[in-house]
């Protein structure tokens, strides 16, 4: 019987010992949840929100395709921004956001996509073709926001910030296929909020919770102060 008894005991603490093996292979960063989960924040109409927040920044991106020199790109991105916050400015936190749809050109990151240089001129040294534009030289930058494929939305949630994001992962294919995504939270009055999406930064949840997690172990909240402000969900 004791025999027994002690067998009963070394299952349970085996169970216990499990469970919390698998707690610690948990990121203490986020937590996702299945787009098909029963605990969703965001609706069906937050989605549709979403959907019509991606396609207002397309649209400005698709409607914006112009001439510029390689020198041009802080312009270009400042029109294209005033543009963005003219036509979704009060679903942007503070109305802040920084587009980077036309630089960076000048490597392979990708966002040779949308900027095509149609004279050939990159600058040339000692036979070798650089990845940097000849001062003045004429791009286009060019946008087609057919070539943009959504793919399946999911929640992640930011245990220590108190905000469960929409993240929706898309692939542009263009001359390279662009793998990225839209990110939203959501406010407690229920409003969408975009907080980043492909050439455009508002914030980034990732960091802000990595920032919290560090300033909670030492007994900060700068952090979570200033997130809470916005009153995500």
């Known amino acids: 019987m004791k025999n027994m008894s002690l067998m009963a005991l070394v299952f349970v603490l085996l169970l216990v010992l499990g469970a919390c093996s698998n707690d610690s292979n948990t990121s203490i960063l986020s937590k996702e949840t299945n787009s098909n989960s029963n605990e969703k924040v965001f609706s069906s109409d937050d989605m549709n929100a979403a959907r019509h927040l991606i396609d207002e920044v397309l649209t400005v991106y698709e409607e914006e395709q112009q001439n510029f020199t390689s020198s041009e790109d802080d312009e270009v991105n400042d029109k294209v921004e005033n543009m963005i916050i003219e036509r979704i400015g009060e679903s942007i936190p503070d109305r802040d956001v920084s587009v980077g749809i036309a630089d960076d050109h000048d490597n392979t990151s990708g966002k ?76 407690i009055d229920g409003e969408v909020q975009l907080l980043r999406g492909l050439g455009l930064r508002v914030m980034n949840l990732e960091n802000e919770e990595e920032d919290a997690v560090e300033e909670k172990q030492n007994g900060e909240t700068k952090t979570i102060d200033k997130i809470s402000e916005y009153k995500f969900r």
């Open 112 to 187: 040779d996509d949308f900027v095509e240089d149609p004279n050939d001129c990159r600058e040339e040294t000692d036979g070798m073709i650089s990845e940097v534009y000849e001062r003045g030289c004429k791009l286009n930058l060019v946008f087609d926001k057919s070539k943009v494929l959504l793919d399946e939305w999911k929640e992640v949630n930011y245990p220590t910030i108190n905000v469960t994001a929409l993240i929706i992962p898309f692939k542009y294919e263009g001359k390279d296929t662009i793998d990225t995504e839209f990110v939203f939270a959501k406010t």
